[in-house]
């Protein structure tokens, strides 16, 4: 089973919509990290959010972490066309910190 | 500076082959990252390198599957032999390491395996 997963496959808006992707853990970890992924390229990181922080922003992003519950999210604001990837929560293992497993990714698609 | 260079970015090959994908980490980074990316799978770890030291050998892949780091700024991901479940991008990735830092990744190879 995953040790990290996203709660959805994919996710439809249109431009200058909201829109949050959540994402559920299974260990605890030092981070949870999550990555942009466009069509041809690998995954690019968004924002790293380490277990003593709640929340990050970075410009139109913010990812909010709750170890209680071990769940994340990622919220986009004022959508564009160019956000339309695949984006996945990634975590380490709190024990192993250097393995870091990811989710299998919600695509979002943003439409005009 | 330059990213994570991966080659080729496309590999097609006959059932049983022997095929080398090729890595160059970003420059000064200490861990090497193997993922191999399908569909149903999603993003898996293969092989993990630090400071040129294997540290995770891939468990489940490591009957055909052997990653090398043959100097700091070079690795490469044998697959021998190669069987039609092999078909997915294998993707790259480097980090400064040691503990849960940005992975950077190349833009993968896509193999086929026939």
């Known amino acids: 089973s995953q040790l990290a997963e996203e709660n959805s496959w994919a996710l439809s808006v249109h431009e200058g919509e909201s829109v949050t992707v959540n994402c559920s853990y299974k260990t605890s970890i030092t981070a949870l990290q999550w990555y942009r992924q466009k069509s041809g390229k690998g995954p690019a990181q968004l924002i790293l959010i380490r277990s003593n922080e709640r929340e990050k922003r970075n410009g139109r992003l913010r990812a909010t972490l709750d170890t209680s519950s071990q769940s994340s999210s990622l919220s986009i604001t004022a959508t564009r066309c160019e956000d339309t990837a695949v984006y996945f929560c990634a975590t380490d293992l709190d024990t192993n910190a250097y393995k870091v497993i990811f989710g299998k990714g919600t695509h979002l698609h943003v439409l005009p | 500076d330059a990213g994570v260079t991966q080659t080729p970015r496309h590999e097609v090959a006959e059932k049983g082959q022997t095929i080398i994908l090729k890595c160059e980490p970003v420059s000064g980074h200490n861990d090497l990252f193997w993922y191999r990316q399908t569909k149903i799978q999603g993003l898996e770890l293969l092989s993990y390198?630090?400071?040129?030291?294997?540290?995770?050998d891939g468990g489940a892949f490591k009957d055909r599957f052997k990653a090398e780091m043959l100097n700091s700024s070079f690795s490469t991901l044998k697959i021998q032999p190669t069987e039609p479940k092999d078909s997915a991008v294998y993707l790259c990735a480097s980090s400064f390491g040691p503990d849960a830092e940005t992975l950077y990744f190349g833009s993968g190879t896509r193999l086929t395996v026939l």
């Open positions: 390198f630090r400071s040129k030291s294997l540290m995770e």
